[in-house]
């Protein structure tokens, strides 16, 4: 559930589900060169990724 800053900041009542995302992208060397914080209404998005095995 989103924290109350969170659901005022997304306009969104405190008991509707959020996800929660923290994405780390890295250089090739393995330094992280970004981290990526997201917060976002669960109802209203669809994730989708594609990852090489």
């Known amino acids: 559930m989103p924290s109350a800053v969170e659901a005022e900041r997304l306009s969104l009542s405190l008991g509707t ?20 914080a997201m917060t976002l209404d669960a109802a209203s998005c669809v994730l989708e990724y594609d990852f090489d095995a």
């Open 17 to 36: 589900p959020v996800i929660q995302i923290v994405r780390t992208a890295f250089a090739e060397d393995g330094r992280a060169v970004e981290v990526n």
